[in-house]
């Protein structure tokens, strides 16, 4: 089996790949220029040197083309796009090329070329807004997205769906709620947060900055999503699914739990920062993995108490072996 992963060297595409090799897969992995990308993440996975390199610009037609012609994968996987929302505001250009335009020349690149290719693509919690706190999103809810981040998704999940009922495309989306790990950037609050916490805890004078830390997510643990994609484009029938843990706590219980870890009291070393406000935000938001679990034999085995274990434990280990 031979899969394309569309931005691997992102968290989810360098969590993806290794996932893949396990199982046997030849795998290419695409960047914008892969002669010059550092492809960092699959080098602190140590498996860089088994990934095909591959340069592919997901905006531009002929790139796609071009890359999905050569190789002809069996799979492909597309986690490449703009990732952050927050940054998303602040360009919202790139947010709806990379992401919405990006999806449909994937799509049909395939529709043209093979329709045999499995497509899966990287949906968001995003693409669902904010709920009434105790309410569980599924497949079935509506979209109101608040960012142009989760706009670019809901229209990139909404033309999969298209392409799936119209041409026959195997194309499936999964609707990943906030999921975790050490390969995550530095700007994503929940590193930001515990590379804080650490710092201080070695003796660091700073202050941590927030936004609003009342907001609720539901965070899960980004190696076991990364299982639930390939779980995706193995059934008999393309569909979509949300891959969530089922249990939402607030970014305050998240930093709070964090700053314990190393032994720290949160409320010492906060400050809310009103720059960090979005100019819109989600307040609350959950899923309902229920169809993933009963259709994909797939369940979340970490909930937010052991992502912060694993994030803080990764945390220290790594200045310890420095």
Known sequence: MRALVCGAS????ADLCQFLLKKGYEVIGTSRDAQVGQFSNLHKLKIAKDIQPASMAVSDFRSVF?????FNPDEVYNLTGQTSVN??????????DSISIGTLNLLEVIRLHNTKIR???AGSSECFGSAKKGVKFTEQSAYDPKSPYGVAKSAAAML??????????????GILFN???????DRFVTKKIVNAALRISQGSKEKLELGNIDIYRDWGWAPEYVEAMWKILQTKKPDDYVIATGRSESLRYFASQAFKYFGLDLKKYLKINQQFFRPSEIF?????????HQSLKWKAKTDID???????????SSTQNL
């Open 10 to 13: 992102g968290q989810d595409g």
């Open 66 to 70: 071009s890359t999905i012609k050569r």
């Open 87 to 96: 940054l998303s505001f602040d360009q919202p250009v790139e947010s709806i």
């Open 119 to 121: 497509f899966y693509n």
């Open 160 to 173: 999969v769906k298209n392409y799936r009922e119209s041409y026959g495309i195997f194309a499936s989306t």
């Open 179 to 185: 999921h975790e790990s050490p390969l995550r950037p």
């Open 284 to 292: 609350y938001s959950c899923g309902d993995a229920s169809k993933a």
């Open 306 to 316: 052991g992502v912060i274990k694993n994030l803080c434990s990764a945390a220290q």
